[in-house]
């Protein structure tokens, strides 16, 4: 009798019962652990369920530090000043450029001498410095409409080409190699606004002078001359770099200058560049 009432009978359901409660236990502990509780995460997506699974088993790959948002990249150009590149742009073929040339002189003038306002003058202009904004309007670095069509239809030798012959025209922009003449005026002291910015800079703004990358006092590469450009285009790119419409210069150095001018010093820069002929005048 005694051994029909002990733990082990048949129909006694106790033993039943504990083990379904412990494998119940077992089951939510599970679902809870590795579908539930695994899935979501503080500052990121909830996982599916097998992430979540691997996961609670700890063999995810999530262990990698987190990734942090990358904001876009936002470069000013394509044109890094690379010895591959010096040397393309060295390689230009001044006639084959001629042929190229004449797509460009109904607007920029006969052989790169302008004759508006709105075109710039590119005879004499270094050749590194046509070479790199036409890849800039090629890429839509530098929006401009009607010159990005232009630019998309040369390929990077084409352009090496035709600068090289723009860069060879007479009565344009003079070389800018930075050389030196004795000037009066460069100093702070100067009272005409425009000379004394081109020389002395301000550097209670944080100007250099002009003349400490476009030549006749120092020569930065790809920094155009000045020079006897057209006087509206000078204007129109100072506004366009302090206004940030025209943002391929490398480092912003551009930008940043023309931010700190007021439009008065952009029209007086202007005219003395373009009228004075600039320092050039002491040259010749
Ligand atoms: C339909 C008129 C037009 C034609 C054709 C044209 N350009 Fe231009 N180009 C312009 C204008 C306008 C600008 C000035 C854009 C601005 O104000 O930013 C310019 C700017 C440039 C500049 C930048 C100069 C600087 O000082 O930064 C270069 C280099 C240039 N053009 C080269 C060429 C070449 C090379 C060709 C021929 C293959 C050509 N362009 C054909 C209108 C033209
Ligand atoms: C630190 C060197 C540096 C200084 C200083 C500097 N520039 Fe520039 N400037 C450049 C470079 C480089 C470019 C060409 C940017 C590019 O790649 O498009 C440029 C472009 C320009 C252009 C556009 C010319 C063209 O043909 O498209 C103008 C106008 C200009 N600078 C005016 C000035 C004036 C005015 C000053 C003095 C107040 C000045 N810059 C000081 C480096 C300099």
New binding site residues.
Partial sequence: MAHDRGPFKLSNPWPVIGWGVVAGALVVSVVLGFGVLSRFQQNAPTLDLWAAICRGLGITSDTAPATQPQPALNTP?RIAWTPSTLEQIASGDAERGAFIAMNCVACHGQRGVSGSDVY?TLAGMSPAVIY??LD?FRTGK?PWGVMGGVAKALSDQDSADVAAYFASQPNGLPPVDGYRVPEPGRSLRETNPAKR??FAGDPARG????A???GQGGY?I???A?QQ?RPDY?EA??QFFAQGVRA???FG??RN?AKQ?TPDEMHA?ALFYSESGGPQASIR
């Fill in positions: 150009t710039p790199k904004q800039d530098r910015l081109a100007i250099p002078p002009c400490a990358c476009h930065k790809g920094a155009p000045l450009q000078i790119e100072l391929n210069d490398i150095q551009m200058i001018l820069l």
